[in-house]
């Protein structure tokens, strides 16, 4: 599951399928179960592998695009959010980008977004994932 080409196919999909959060479902649930809940076993270079295939800067710009676009809330902006965890809560040198890159100024406008328009169901979900990337 971990290998060079699934991971390659996992960030593709990812980084290019459409802004339709319905489409966008199954490369995010993807994303999150190959590197977002890594359990022990799991390659200590998966990360590195992924940034081998897509640059940080590209992953930084793809996000800005996803959180600025207002269809973004509920469930789709919290899968969003893990996914983008998996890159920013971490020690790896590359992660900086993100910061560099605003990111966090993303994150904060689409927190704000999910507090006027999203469902009362979802934004404790949604606040919590969001927080644990600001």
Same mark, same amino acid.
């Given at each position: ?7 390659? =196919?996992?960030?593709?999909? #990812? @980084?290019?399928?459409? *802004? ?9 649930? %993807? /994303?999150? &179960? ?8 799991? !390659? $200590? ?10 640059? !940080?800067? *590209?992953?930084?710009?793809? *996000?800005? &695009?996803?959180? $600025? ?14 996914? =983008?965890? $998996?890159?920013? /809560?971490?020690?790896? !040198? #590359?992660? &900086? ?8 100024? %993303? ?11 999203? $469902? !009362? ?10 927080? @644990?990337?600001?």
């Amino acid at each position: 599951m971990y290998d060079k080409t699934t991971i390659a =196919l996992t960030m593709h999909c #990812w @980084l290019n399928m459409s *802004m339709n959060r319905y489409n966008r479902k199954s490369a995010v649930d %993807f /994303v999150n &179960q190959l590197l977002g809940h890594m359990p022990e076993d799991t !390659p $200590s270079d998966v990360l590195d592998e992924a940034i081998d295939v897509v640059a !940080p800067d *590209m992953i930084a710009l793809h *996000m800005k &695009q996803v959180l $600025s676009d207002p269809s973004m809330i509920d469930e789709a902006i919290e899968d969003e959010f893990y996914a =983008l965890k $998996s890159f920013i /809560v971490t020690d790896h !040198p #590359w992660s &900086q980008t993100f910061i560099r890159e605003r990111v966090y100024h %993303f994150v904060a406008q689409t927190l704000q977004r999910q507090l006027k328009a999203g $469902s !009362p169901q979802f934004t404790p979900a949604v606040l919590h994932a969001g927080f @644990l990337l600001v």
